[in-house]
Nanobody, 121 residues
Framework: QVQLVESGGGLVQAGGSLRLACAAS????????MGWYRQAPGKQREMVAM???????MYADSVKGRFTISRDNAKNTVSLQMDNLRPEDAAVYYC???????????????WGQGTQVTVSS
């Protein structure tokens, strides 16, 4: 089994910063893409940022220039530095990882439990 555990959510004023962290543990042979998604009330879950094993990065247009994703392949962790937060960034943020747990080259998508980010105006 693979577990993703997030930390770092909380309440921040608009313009402030938060850093989210996610650690993957369990039976892991390799991890392909890791990333962050978010879901606000009444809205669909959306991709915020993702990073490949080799460091290729994608951001949602709404967070470009404000959020920075990074990962430590040796520790199976991914982080999201969120600066200049806006009220519209408030959501539950979910960590995501594509994991091969057996060396089969089949990757399964795993999700964390989510961490709440609240931004006050």
């Amino acid at each position: 089994q693979v577990q993703l555990v997030e930390s770092g959510g909380g309440l921040v004023q608009a313009g402030g910063s938060l850093r989210l962290a996610c650690a993957a543990s369990g039976t892991i042979f390799s991890i392909k893409d890791m990333g962050w998604y978010r879901q606000a009330p009444g809205k669909q879950r959306e991709m915020v940022a993702m990073i490949s094993t080799g460091g290729y990065i994608m951001y949602a247009d709404s967070v470009k220039g404000r959020f920075t994703i990074s990962r430590d392949n040796a520790k199976n962790t991914v982080s999201l530095q969120m600066d200049n937060l806006r009220p519209e960034d408030a959501a539950v943020y979910y960590c995501n990882a594509e994991v091969d747990y057996s060396g089969s080259n089949y990757y399964f998508k795993y999700w964390g439990q989510g961490t709440q980010v609240t931004v006050s105006s």
